[in-house]
């Protein structure tokens, strides 16, 4: 996981709580992330919003 930063005094950030949605599209389908986050110094409490492709597997035929 990346280093998050608060974006009111820029002190780091705990996790409180993590959700993945899967998204459908036409393709490739993208897997959501939405991150409730906390600032251990200010106590600010934000959400960020995390979109990464999904990796399909493929089985590729060689010919000997």
């Given at each position: 996981?990346?280093?998050?930063?608060?974006?009111?005094?820029?002190?780091?950030?705990?996790?409180?709580?993590?959700?993945?949605?899967?998204?459908?599209?036409?393709?490739?389908?993208?897997?959501?992330?939405?991150?409730?986050?906390?600032?251990?110094?200010?106590?600010?409490?934000?959400?960020?919003?995390?979109?990464?492709?999904t990796i399909l597997k493929?089985?590729?035929?060689?010919?000997?």
């Amino acid at each position: 996981e990346r280093l998050m930063r608060c974006p009111g005094c820029g002190a780091r950030t705990e996790v409180i709580d993590s959700r993945e949605r899967k998204l459908l599209g036409p393709k490739p389908a993208l897997t959501s992330v939405h991150r409730r986050r906390r600032c251990t110094k200010c106590d600010l409490r934000f959400t960020t919003h995390e979109n990464a492709p999904t990796i399909l597997k493929s089985t590729a035929l060689h010919n000997r």
